[in-house]
């Protein structure tokens, strides 16, 4: 299992997050602007899906965030999304064959969500560092 609250040194990896735009800093900074504006309420709906233990929503939600942290180079979050997007399919999967979402089990997702959403805190403060002028 992996550490709670692993540290991240470099919650966002600005190499990951220019390529994206082709270096274009307005158009990053637009791009970032838009997911420090967003990213609470889908964080906030991804926390929900797994309160509820709904395995559809859960791998809709993490896929989601995955892609977009993917692109702006929060890396680390995106590889705990893609983590609770594969046992989100796999419990959807296994409710499906049984007929039933009684046995789905997303207790592994909800361990790593808190990884998650440590990780999502600070690159959300690293953002907001780089959106006020400051250095990456």
Same mark, same amino acid.
């Given at each position: ?21 082709? $270096? ?25 899906? #797994? ?21 702006? $180079? ?5 590889? #705990? ?6 046992? @989100? ?5 296994? @409710? ?41």
């Amino acid at each position: 299992p992996e550490p709670r609250h692993a540290k991240v040194e470099n919650p966002v990896e600005w190499e990951i997050a220019f390529d994206t735009v082709g $270096g274009d800093q307005q158009l990053l900074g637009d791009l970032l602007r838009v997911f420090v504006k967003d990213q609470g309420s889908l964080v906030d709906a991804l926390s929900r899906a #797994l309160t509820a233990n709904d395995s559809k929503e859960v791998r809709l939600g993490a896929h989601s965030l995955r892609s977009a942290l993917g692109h702006l $180079g929060v890396s680390e979050a995106a590889r #705990l999304a893609g983590k609770m997007e594969d046992i @989100a399919t796999k419990e959807t999967e296994r @409710a499906e064959a049984s007929g039933s979402q009684a046995n789905v089990d997303l207790s592994e997702a909800r361990r790593l969500f808190g990884d998650f959403k440590n990780v999502i805190d600070l690159a959300v403060i690293e953002i907001k560092k780089f959106l006020a002028g400051g250095t990456r």
